[in-house]
């Protein structure tokens, strides 16, 4: 993995040849940090991290959360259960993002006014459900191939000590799965980051939207979203960095407990 530190260097490099060339097309003073208006750029859209970061950590925990209750009835004896999952993962998964947005801000509200509710919802929370929903689909299936993972000697040894399907699923299978499946569910965290840029169409101020209003103020649209650009991959990279790390944590407590 290419280290952080060279990256910023060779974008702070990048921005002063740009600088200080003698092009016109080229106007990397809207973020020098050099200046103060460059630098007040910089940190506006730097603010944009902290609503972007929370943002993504509330939709994935609802996510995890939806995913394994949608998860769940896929593996019943009853068909009218494993049916409502399957309709509820492939509808779900079929709808792209951002009509979903546009119906969950704009169209669940007047939902709720017709049952008598008087319940609005902001960018930030109509942001929060969509991505939440949006990613339960992915999220479900996950949890599928993980708990299918677990061989039927684990459920069958469960049943021949006495425990109930439920109880089977919450002591044996289930913590088993878990642990299989976090990776996959890091990698879907770094999905919902990227997902989250859509939030700036409804007005939230995250870092796109920040973006976007820096570029209709200075009309710099390639320096702006270049520094956009890294934000995001400076952001993935860590959390890249985060999953690779679980991933071999994960891998040397199996191989010890072998």
Avoid: H
């Avoid at 394994?68 to 049916?83: K, T």
């Avoid at 669940?108 to 689909?137: C, R």
């Avoid at 999220?139 to 089977?168: D, F, N, P, V």
């Amino acid at each position: 993995m290419i280290k952080l530190k060279y990256i910023l260097a060779l974008f702070f490099i990048f921005s002063f040849v740009g600088c200080s060339g003698n092009s016109g097309n080229w106007g990397w003073y809207v973020i020098d940090p050099t200046t103060k208006s460059g630098l007040a750029n910089i940190k506006f859209l730097v603010g944009g991290f902290g609503a972007t970061i929370l943002l993504s950590l509330i939709a994935a925990l609802i996510s995890i959360i939806l995913g394994l209750i949608v998860a769940l009835p896929s593996f019943s004896n009853n068909v009218f259960f494993r049916s409502l999952n399957r309709i509820y993962v492939e509808f779900i998964r079929a709808i792209p993002l951002l009509p979903m947005l546009f119906w969950v801000f704009y169209g669940l509200p007047v939902i709720f006014q017709s049952l008598g509710l008087k319940i609005q919802i902001d960018a930030f929370w109509g942001a929060v459900i969509t991505l939440a929903i949006s990613d339960s689909a992915f999220t479900a299936e996950i949890y599928r191939a993980g708990i299918q993972s677990i061989s039927k000697g684990q459920r069958e040894a469960a049943q021949t000590i006495g425990l109930t399907q439920y109880q089977a699923m919450r002591y044996v299978i289930l913590p088993q799965a878990i642990r299989r499946i976090l990776p996959p569910l890091a990698n879907q965290f770094i999905y919902i980051v990227k997902m989250s840029a859509f939030a700036s169409v409804i007005g939230m101020q995250e870092l796109t939207r920040r973006a976007n209003e820096i570029v209709v103020t200075e009309y710099r649209p390639l320096e702006i979203y270049t520094l956009l650009i890294l934000e995001y991959l400076i952001l993935v990279l860590v959390i890249s960095f985060g999953v690779r790390w679980l991933e071999r944590k994960l891998g040397s407590d199996e191989s010890n407990s072998n």
